[in-house]
């Protein structure tokens, strides 16, 4: 059991990584240091957003609408350390 412990960790450590991508790039393309016709650049971009929009719309639904400000990958983030934080401190007792 433990090492299902640790195998869970380690996937909650790449989509903590793959959010931190994804608001580096953003911020990245919002000013204008990366450009949108840059072809690599957006088939990264968009990789990495088909991977986690399933994650984030249905955080996206329950927020409430902030004028052009996405703060769910900021939720995710936090869900993500709370249960890193849960699987850290619960896993002696398997």
Same mark, same amino acid.
């Given at each position: ?24 790039? #953003?911020? !990245? ?11 690599? +650049?957006? &088939? *990264?971009?968009?990789?990495? $957003? ?16 902030? #004028?052009? !400000? ?11 350390? +709370?249960? &890193? *934080?849960?699987?850290?401190? $619960?896993?002696?007792?398997?």
């Amino acid at each position: 059991m433990g090492s299902l412990l640790i195998i869970l960790g380690m996937i909650i450590d790449f989509i903590f990584f793959l959010v931190l991508a994804q608001l580096i790039i #953003g911020l !990245l393309f919002q000013f204008e240091i990366l450009d949108a016709r840059q072809q690599w +650049a957006m &088939q *990264v971009y968009r990789g990495i $957003n088909q991977l986690l929009n399933p994650v984030l719309d249905p955080i996206r639904r329950i927020l409430p609408p902030t #004028g052009g !400000l996405d703060l769910s990958p900021m939720v995710l983030l936090f869900c993500l350390y +709370a249960l &890193q *934080v849960i699987l850290v401190r $619960n896993l002696g007792a398997f």
